[in-house]
């Protein structure tokens, strides 16, 4: 039988975070497109949308949720390519929409790290 305490516990995706270093010259054009995308929400339009506007930091941050199990996985910007999670998966969203608004704001990549890893890590 579990325990309450088990019952109830939130659970993390994962012990750590891998962050890897950006690559020099990344860009977005792996990320499915609109067009690609156009079975989805709004909701996950506009969240590949902002995984295009800031590819350098994308391919700096780890994935949280398990992604980085698959094969070819480098980054969170992995995520939003075809084999990625990101379509259906909360953590990859919720990364992506941190990392945007921090990027925004003009937080470093090291502190969008910080933050993610505080959330997800």
Do not use: N
């Amino acid at each position: 039988m579990l325990s309450a305490a088990l019952v109830l516990a939130p659970r993390r995706a994962v012990a750590a975070i891998d962050h890897p270093e950006p690559r020099t010259g990344i860009d977005s054009a792996d990320v499915l497109t609109a067009e690609q995308l156009s079975a989805f929400p709004e909701s996950i339009l506009e969240i590949y949308e902002m995984i295009r506007e800031i590819p350098h930091v994308a391919d700096g941050i780890g994935c949280g949720c398990g992604c980085a199990a698959m094969p070819h996985y480098r980054s969170l910007l992995t995520c939003y390519h075809a084999r990625g999670l990101a379509t259906g998966c909360p953590i990859c969203q919720g990364e992506a929409r941190l990392a945007y608004r921090r990027h925004k704001e003009g937080q470093s990549l090291d502190q969008i790290r910080r933050a993610i890893d505080a959330r997800w890590g």
